[in-house]
């Protein structure tokens, strides 16, 4: 007898591609007065002379726009699990195009570390070199991204500058293949909500294992999560003290491929636009792309991992990936070298920095 998390899931979030791709609905341009308010925010922070970091959702006031951020953070998280914003002006100089976007991020949530290294706005560029081991990233180069979820609630992904061709962004909905592995291998479900090994990516603290066990699909209070990302599960199979995957896990890893790609909704990113995703229910992906030989006009994302007030529960297991599994905590992330995760800890620790040397 089949049991509750082995039924159909119906939702707005289990989508098909191609069934979004002949519409424009998920794509939402930026308004005139929503637009005057983000430069009014931008200027008030300007002459208070904050650095973008310390900028908070009270430092970037949005009138009317914070209700509609609200209603797209709904949309987020119970709707479709994606959106599209166009037209964010890319006139502004570099750091108050940064400033822009950091604000409009903190309407929707807070900020979490995206590596060791603390990043808390990410960098989207080619470094002109590949993935050649299991700690390079690979948005530093100009390659394919498989289909993955990333460490956080929600991913934001600001486009200042497209590729000379290629780069094309491709999302799948991981309702809708958890859908078709119940139509046509439901013996493969059980593999998917088992536990798999994932490698941290260099990213462990001391005393940290290397790999990590999560399952790929889960339910916690009725709400679904699919987060996970293919690469980190091979690259543990180089870690000699983590399981061999089954041969059921083979066939369950293949069939996300396949499926991955044929329920996939392509988008050609347009500078201005801000491509928002919940983890849990999408999975992103990159097509390779060819750039320009000029610096100024290599393709350049910025990104933003954020936890978000309205997130969902999460299934036992997941604490090890996101430290808090509570609707709505501030989780998600990878611990800064220091220990911080979340822009708040940053902030806290910076000024006790401060009034330790004042002292």
């Not at 998280?77 to 822009?100: Q, S």
């Not at 394919?144 to 990333?150: E, G, N, Q, R, Y």
């Not at 990590?212 to 990302?229: A, E, V």
């Not at 347009?270 to 290599?298: F, M, S």
Request: proline content about 6%; overall charge neutral; hydrophobic content about 40%.
């Amino acid at each position: 007898m089949q049991i509750a998390k082995h039924r159909e899931i119906v939702a707005p979030f289990a989508w098909n591609g191609a069934a979004l791709q002949r519409r424009t609905d998920w794509i939402r341009p930026f308004k005139p007065a929503e637009l005057a308010e983000i430069d009014a925010a931008l200027r008030a922070v300007r002459r208070r002379g904050l650095d973008w970091v310390d900028v908070t959702r009270e430092d970037f006031p949005l009138p009317a726009f914070s209700a509609e951020l609200a209603g797209i953070a709904q949309e987020l998280e119970t709707g479709r699990g994606m959106i599209l914003l166009r037209g964010l002006p890319l006139a502004y100089p570099p750091d108050d195009l940064r400033m822009a976007y950091w604000g409009i991020g903190a309407h929707l949530g807070t900020a979490v570390s995206q590596g060791g290294r603390g990043e808390l706005l990410g960098i989207v560029e080619d470094e002109g070199r590949e993935v050649e081991n299991t700690r390079r990233r690979g948005s530093k180069t100009s390659g394919s991204l498989p289909f993955h979820a990333d460490r956080c609630d929600v991913v934001g992904l600001l486009c200042v500058r497209k590729a000379k061709s290629g780069g094309l962004s491709r999302i799948a909905s991981a309702a809708a293949i958890h859908n078709e592995v119940l139509r046509r291998r439901p013996d493969l479900l059980d593999a998917f909500y088992a536990d798999w090994y994932n490698s941290r990516q260099g990213d462990e603290r001391p005393g940290e294992s290397r790999a990590y066990p999560k399952p790929i699909f889960g339910f916690r209070d009725g709400h679904f999560t699919g987060l996970f990302s293919p690469a980190y599960i091979q690259f543990a199979q180089e870690y000699p003290e983590v399981p061999r995957l089954t041969r059921q896990q083979e066939e369950a890893l293949d069939l996300f491929g396949a499926l991955s790609d044929e329920l996939a909704l392509d988008m050609a990113f347009e500078p201005g636009d801000i491509q928002l995703l919940n983890n849990h229910l999408i999975y992103h992906a990159r097509t390779r792309y060819d750039d320009y030989a000029e610096q100024h006009r290599k393709r350049l994302l910025l990104r933003l991992w954020l936890a978000v007030p309205g997130s969902r529960p999460l299934p036992g297991g997941y604490e090890l990936l996101f430290g808090g599994i509570e609707a709505g905590a501030v989780r998600g992330g990878v611990p800064a070298r220091d220990g911080w995760r979340d822009v708040g800890q940053y902030r806290a620790l910076r000024c006790k920095a401060a009034a330790d040397e004042h002292r």
